[in-house]
Every structure is written in structure tokens, then in C-alpha cells.
């Protein structure tokens, strides 16, 4: 497993394990969830992904894979505020990223519309030719 020997060098405990594989294209998409408690007792729901691409793989209901994001969500909005020692979305392994799921994932921590980067895309065949830089944008 992803994390199968995480336990032995931090004093936590990992629950709710569950891994999926998703043939696409390109080869496959992995995604990894598990729920870390810590000594405290407060805890951290943990994603792995090897690319980007979770409101795809949600809105085409791709069982698995939602089920298993699906388990990531519900434990961050069920685990009490004072319980919740963070979130991991673990993007690492991610080579570019799907801009809509930043709204996806982040647009129900925020209560008005928050510029989180700035991108521009490439125009022409030279190293140097790219747009100009855009905000990006979440909504809540």
C-alpha cells in the first residue's frame, strides 16, 4: 500500500485504506485515500492522485475512482472543525493540473471569489511566446 510503512516512523495510525486504478488514454489515473489519526485524535483525510483530473472522473461517475474521492470529501465535511488537523490533497506524482477542480475542492472553504494563481498559455512556436499572464479564479 502507499503508505504501508508510514505507521512505524510517526506515532499515527491510518484507517479507512482504499486504492483505485482508471484506464484512460493516455495509460491509467491512480488515486489513494486513507484517513491518518493522530495521537491527539484529530485527523487528516489524505488523497493521492497520479494526475489531475477529479471533476472529470466525478461528473462521469466512474464508480471506483468516485467512491473513493467521494470517501475523501465526506471525511473532511464530516470530521467536527476542532478534529480536523488539516487536509492533503498529495498532487506530487501530477504533471499539470485540471483547473476545475480547484473550484471542485476549494470552492466550499471559501465565502467570496479568491484569485489563487496567475497562468498564461503558450501562443506561438518560440520557447519565449506565451500569453500574458491571467488570474485564476475560485468561486464558492
Same mark, same amino acid.
Request: aromatic share 12%; charged share 20%.
Given at each position: 500500500?502507499?503508505? +504501508?510503512?508510514?505507521?512505524?516512523?510517526?506515532? %499515527?495510525?491510518?484507517?479507512? /485504506? !482504499?486504492?483505485? @486504478?482508471? $484506464?484512460?488514454?493516455?495509460?491509467?489515473?491512480?488515486?489513494?485515500?486513507?484517513?491518518?489519526?493522530?495521537?491527539?485524535?484529530?485527523?487528516?483525510?489524505?488523497?493521492?492522485?497520479?494526475?489531475?483530473?477529479?471533476?472529470?472522473?466525478?461528473?462521469? +461517475?466512474?464508480?471506483?475512482?468516485?467512491?473513493? %474521492?467521494?470517501?475523501?470529501? /465526506? !471525511?473532511?465535511? @464530516?470530521? $467536527?472543525?476542532?478534529?480536523?488537523?488539516?487536509?492533503?490533497?498529495?498532487?506530487?506524482?501530477?504533471?499539470?493540473?485540471?483547473?476545475?477542480?480547484?473550484?471542485?475542492?476549494?470552492?466550499?472553504?471559501?465565502?467570496?471569489?479568491?484569485?489563487?494563481?496567475?497562468?498564461?498559455?503558450?501562443?506561438?512556436?518560440?520557447?519565449?511566446?506565451?500569453? !500574458?499572464?491571467?488570474?485564476?479564479?475560485?468561486?464558492?
Amino acid at each position: 500500500m502507499f503508505l +504501508s510503512n508510514i505507521e512505524q516512523h510517526y506515532d %499515527i495510525e491510518v484507517h479507512e /485504506t !482504499a486504492s483505485v @486504478e482508471i $484506464p484512460v488514454l493516455e495509460g491509467s489515473v491512480i488515486y489513494h485515500y486513507c484517513l491518518i489519526k493522530l495521537p491527539d485524535g484529530r485527523k487528516i483525510p489524505y488523497l493521492w492522485q497520479s494526475m489531475a483530473a477529479l471533476t472529470p472522473i466525478i461528473k462521469a +461517475s466512474v464508480s471506483d475512482a468516485s467512491n473513493l %474521492i467521494g470517501h475523501w470529501l /465526506t !471525511a473532511i465535511a @464530516e470530521t $467536527p472543525r476542532e478534529q480536523l488537523a488539516g487536509i492533503i490533497l498529495d498532487n506530487r506524482a501530477n504533471g499539470g493540473g485540471y483547473q476545475d477542480d480547484m473550484d471542485y475542492l476549494l470552492g466550499s472553504y471559501i465565502d467570496e471569489k479568491t484569485e489563487i494563481f496567475k497562468t498564461r498559455y503558450k501562443e506561438g512556436p518560440g520557447r519565449l511566446e506565451h500569453s !500574458a499572464w491571467t488570474p485564476y479564479y475560485i468561486y464558492p
